[in-house]
């Protein structure tokens, strides 16, 4: 079955403009969770989502919001877009948020640029 | 909080030399643990995991033992490959009941190997 889908795979955006990403989880999965990955700071959780609801968030200022559908896509958004948002966003699904079996899979990510 | 020490890279190899990343953990409860490998301009895919003491995770000639006593996750591969180049990531995972389900990631190592 498909994996996880992230669109677009690469952004480039000006600072102070917004920006939304996408990503659709592997069929059945609820969970989706989103990454920040940057060669200074390395891989940083952002925040989880489980039927449609923010279970987690990691510490990143309020300009970083997410949502997610009823079908389990979700998208997050950056406002006021910054040189330092400038990352590889990744987005991982799970089955779901509370069993320890549970596996993270991972999408392709959405490289941004911000300039 | 909880962290990830992994080994600095970056290394390089010979082809069909032994392999070892070092990664070791500080956690306040008992984690699972994972290594993720990274290719080129893709996502991150599951190598292993292991998720309570002595378990020993392996997957496509590498392996790694969760122990508890050095809180330790060393990978391992006895003859790499060329298409074994990649970066690898340490991470963990808490799984208490009603705590956060994000994974924590180590720097990553990246490893080159040579023909």
């Known amino acids: 079955k498909a994996g996880v889908t992230q669109t677009p795979r690469y952004l480039i955006k000006t600072r102070g403009q917004q920006v939304t990403l996408s990503c659709s989880p592997i069929?059945?999965?609820?969970?989706v969770s989103w990454y920040q990955q940057t060669p200074g700071q390395g891989l940083q959780f952002l925040f989880e989502?489980?039927?449609?609801?923010?279970?987690n968030k990691g510490n990143f200022p309020g300009r970083f919001s997410g949502r997610q559908f009823s079908n389990s896509r979700s998208e997050m958004n950056v406002s006021t877009l910054e040189l330092g948002d400038s990352a590889l966003y990744l987005c991982?699904?799970?089955?779901?948020?509370?069993?320890?079996?549970?596996?993270?899979?991972f999408g392709a990510g959405t490289r941004l640029s911000v300039l | 909080g909880d962290s990830v020490t992994q080994m600095e890279g970056p290394v390089t190899l010979s082809e069909e030399a032994f392999l070892t990343i070092n990664c070791t953990y500080t956690?306040?409860?008992?984690?699972?643990l994972f290594w993720y490998v990274q290719y080129p301009g893709e996502g991150l895919q599951l190598l292993l995991k292991?998720?309570?003491?002595?378990d020993k995770g392996s997957n496509k000639g590498f392996e790694a033992t969760y122990r508890k006593e050095t809180t330790s996750f060393h990978l391992e591969k006895g003859s790499v490959q060329v298409s074994d180049s990649a970066v690898y990531f340490c991470?963990?995972?808490?799984?208490?009941?009603?705590?956060?389900?994000?994974?924590?990631f180590g720097s990553g190592t990246q490893l080159t190997v040579l023909p």
């Open positions: 292991a998720t309570k003491a002595d």
């Open positions: 069929s059945g999965h609820r969970s």
């Open positions: 991470a963990l995972r808490m799984d208490s009941s009603g705590s956060a389900r994000q994974l924590t």
């Open positions: 956690a306040t409860g008992y984690p699972s």
């Open positions: 989502y489980f039927s449609e609801t923010q279970r």
């Open positions: 991982a699904s799970s089955l779901s948020a509370g069993l320890s079996e549970n596996i993270q899979y």
